[in-house]
T-cell receptor
Framework: GAGVSQTPSNKVTEKGKYVELRCDPI?????LYWYRQSLGQGPEFLIY????????DSGLPNDRFFAVRPEGSVSTLKIQRTERGDSAVYLC??????????????FGEGSRLTVL | AQKITQTQPGMFVQEKEAVTLDCTYD???????LFWYKQPSSGEMIFLIY??????QNATEGRYSLNFQKARKSANLVISASQLGDSAMYFC??????????????FGKGTLLTVNP
């Protein structure tokens, strides 16, 4: 597709369950990012991939969160034993490289996660 | 660490008028970039405009301009001739260019702009 695609757009789950959120970046973009946006806040950095490897996962809140990008394209954010505090919009973004004139990120529409 | 402050939770403007959205930032780095993104109700973050810390001129992109005052550490967004479609959340963000974390954007809390007909 032309833009960053995220699925599902909405996910409601129960506390303690496992969830997976998928991101399909813009074709050819080597850099991929996950951000989390809580209600009333700006997005907060979670993890950055350059190619297949996680170059920086310092934003992941704890070890219940994990992300992969096995073939350097699609990425999956995995959350184990979900908690109510995990409820947020999870935004994925991609770019053609980490450096460059602006380094602007292209964002998807996000996956809204609600943990009951 | 970087910090972005947007002090206006909400702003109202009449259609066809200009509006300024405030943004101040804090960083000890000398080389950085400042961004504005628009987030409509669909949720997608849309890039609007960029200003590099060493750019001598204020950035402009169509109806958007960035009033960059380096000494005051402010990077206000000016939208001219507001349109109903400009109603959205607006986020200011920055990226440190030097150092190993030049990919990471730090966002403010955003300003909700409502354009009245």
């Amino acid at each position: 597709g032309a833009g960053v695609s995220q699925t599902p757009s909405n996910k409601v789950t129960e506390k303690g369950k496992y969830v997976e959120l998928r991101c399909d970046p813009i074709s050819g973009h080597t850099a991929l990012y996950w951000y989390r946006q809580s209600l009333g806040q700006g997005p907060e950095f979670l993890i950055y991939f350059q190619g297949t490897g996680a170059a920086d996962d310092s934003g992941l809140p704890n070890d219940r969160f994990f992300a992969v990008r096995p073939e350097g394209s699609v990425s999956t954010l995995k959350i184990q034993r979900t908690e109510r505090g995990d409820s947020a919009v999870y935004l994925c973004a991609s770019s053609s490289g980490a450096s460059g004139r602006t380094g602007e990120l292209f964002f998807g529409e996000g996956s809204r996660l609600t943990v009951l | 660490a970087q910090k972005i402050t947007q002090t206006q939770p909400g702003m109202f403007v009449q259609e066809k008028e200009a509006v300024t959205l405030d943004c101040t930032y804090d960083t000890s780095d000398q080389s950085y970039g400042l961004f504005w993104y628009k987030q409509p109700s669909s949720g997608e973050m849309i890039f609007l405009i960029y200003q590099g810390s060493y750019d001598e001129q204020n950035a402009t992109e169509g109806r958007y301009s960035l009033n960059f005052q380096k000494a005051r550490k402010s990077a206000n967004l000016v939208i001219s001739a507001s349109q109903l479609g400009d109603s959205a959340m607006y986020f200011c963000a920055m990226r440190v260019i030097s150092g190993g974390s030049n990919y990471k954007l730090t966002f403010g809390k955003g300003t909700l702009l409502t354009v009245n007909p």
